[in-house]
T-cell receptor, first 112, second 116 residues
Framework: DTEVTQTPKHLVMGMTNKKSLKCEQH?????MYWYKQKAKKPPELMFVYSYEKLSINESVPSRFSPECPNSSLLNLHLHALQPEDSALYLCASSQPNGDEQYFGPGTRLTVT | AQKVTQAQTEISVVEKEDVTLDCVYE???????LFWYKQPPSGELVFLIRRNSFDEQNEISGRYSWNFQKSTSSFNFTITASQVVDSAVYFC?????????????FGTGTRLKVLA
C-alpha cells in the first residue's frame, strides 16, 4: 500500500479562522513533509519531520504550525492566513534516507 | 547549490509520437537520488522512477524509458507511443542531505500535452 491520505480535499477559510490539515500514511515511513504548490509552479518545501521530530523549517511564517503526533500522522495548523496563502498543500512521506517520496492528493486551500 | 533544470516548459505532441523530457542537475554530493514524478490535472504527484548515483543502468518499463548519464548530469525520460492520458506536468527531482535530513529539489516541471 503506497497511499498517503489528506483531509480535507478542499478548504475555504477566512483570514481570522483557525483550521487544520491532516495527513496519514501507513507505509512505515519515518519522514513526512509539507509542501505548498502554487499554480504552474513546482512544490515548495515547508517542513520536514524525521522520526517525529521537526528537522527542517524552510522559514515558514508562524501562521503555519506543523505537528507530528505519531509516525503515521502529520497535521498543519493554520491561523490568521493571508489570501496569498491560497494554494495546493501537499503532504508526502518517505524513508528518511533520500528515497522516493509518496504524495497525498493535496488540500486545495482558498483564503478569503 | 543543488539545482534541477527542466528547460522545456511545455511540449505538445500528437498521440502515438515519442517524446523525451530533459532534466539536468547539479550537485556536489557523490551519493544522491534522482526521481521523476507525474502530476496530472487532479493534482496528485505520482512517483514514476528513482535512480541512485551509482546506478547508471538505463531502464525501460512499458512505454516509459529513462536515460541517466552522470558524465553530462542528465536524467532524461522518454514516453514511447504517447497517449492522451500521458498529458500532465512532469517533474524531475533530486534529493540532497542537509544537516542529517534529506530534502528534495524539484525542477520547474514540463507540461506535456498529448493531442488526439
Amino acid at each position: 500500500d503506497t497511499e498517503v491520505t489528506q483531509t480535507p480535499k478542499h478548504l475555504v477559510m477566512g483570514m481570522t479562522n483557525k483550521k487544520s490539515l491532516k495527513c496519514e500514511q501507513h507505509m512505515g515511513h519515518r519522514a513526512m513533509y509539507w509542501y505548498k504548490q502554487k499554480a504552474k509552479k513546482p512544490p515548495e518545501l515547508m517542513f520536514v519531520y524525521s522520526y517525529e521530530k521537526l528537522s527542517i523549517n524552510e522559514s515558514v511564517p508562524s501562521r503555519f504550525s506543523p505537528e507530528c503526533p505519531n509516525s503515521s500522522l502529520l497535521n498543519l495548523h493554520l491561523h490568521a492566513l493571508q489570501p496569498e496563502d491560497s494554494a495546493l498543500y501537499l503532504c508526502a512521506s518517505s524513508q528518511p534516507n533520500g528515497d522516493e517520496q509518496y504524495f497525498g492528493p493535496g488540500t486545495r486551500l482558498t483564503v478569503t | 547549490a543543488q539545482k534541477v533544470t527542466q528547460a522545456q516548459t511545455e511540449i505538445s505532441v500528437v498521440e502515438k509520437e515519442d517524446v523525451t523530457l530533459d532534466c539536468v542537475y547539479e550537485t556536489r554530493d557523490t551519493t544522491y537520488y534522482l526521481f521523476w514524478y507525474k502530476q496530472p490535472p487532479s493534482g496528485e504527484l505520482v512517483f514514476l522512477i528513482r535512480r541512485n548515483s551509482f546506478d547508471e543502468q538505463n531502464e525501460i518499463s512499458g512505454r516509459y524509458s529513462w536515460n541517466f548519464q552522470k558524465s553530462t548530469s542528465s536524467f532524461n525520460f522518454t514516453i514511447t507511443a504517447s497517449q492522451v492520458v500521458d498529458s500532465a506536468v512532469y517533474f524531475c527531482a533530486l534529493s540532497e542531505r542537509t544537516s542529517g535530513t534529506y530534502k528534495y529539489i524539484f525542477g520547474t516541471g514540463t507540461r506535456l500535452k498529448v493531442l488526439a
